[in-house]
């Protein structure tokens, strides 16, 4: 009886040492985006603050990415921080952000921001990507990539909040 005890024993930790997780995908962690429309740098220090329809975990990590323009119909989403330089080399201007748990600041930075066409800063298109902060360390994401986030998290496009700014 004993051997038997031990046998049966044996194979159930045989079988449970053979269970494994390796998925990368964690089907109950949602990630979402808030997409910004009519967003405008004004001179009064060009920065916008983008508030959250909700607040956000402390852990959780923000991206933010601009609509640049489009390409054989599809759009092409450039992540913040963005800079432009002038043909010398110098900057030009830059699209950069800081965040917390209940909204996203949007700076434009440059030497000549009054002289900067208004494409760059009047009715600008923003994404706010919010990634739970345990899969910002995933190394096999290109956060660079929107469509790569879109991808890698699960994330439902017409599911995006849309806001106006």
């Known amino acids: 009886m004993k051997k038997f005890t031990l046998v049966l024993a044996f194979i159930g930790m045989i079988t449970l040492g053979s269970c494994n997780n390796n998925d990368d995908t964690d089907f109950d962690t949602i990630s979402e985006v808030f997409e910004y429309t009519n967003v405008n740098f004004f001179p009064n220090a060009y920065s ?14 923000v991206l933010v990415y601009r609509l640049s323009g489009s390409f054989q119909g599809e759009d092409i989403w450039k992540p913040l921080p963005e800079t432009y330089y ?13 965040f917390t748990r209940f909204d996203a600041e949007l700076h434009l930075e440059g030497f ?15 994404r706010v990507v919010i990634v739970p902060g345990f899969f910002g360390k995933n190394n096999k994401v290109n956060f660079n990539d929107y469509n ?12 995006i909040i849309k806001l106006q700014q």
């Open 48 to 61: 916008v603050v983008l508030t959250y329809p909700h607040s956000i975990f402390s852990s959780d990590m």
């Open 86 to 98: 002038f043909d010398d080399g110098t900057l030009d201007l830059r699209y950069d952000f800081d």
């Open 112 to 126: 000549d921001l009054a002289g900067v066409n208004n494409n760059y800063k009047l009715n600008q298109i923003f």
């Open 148 to 159: 790569a986030v879109v991808k890698a998290f699960n994330i439902d496009e017409s599911k």
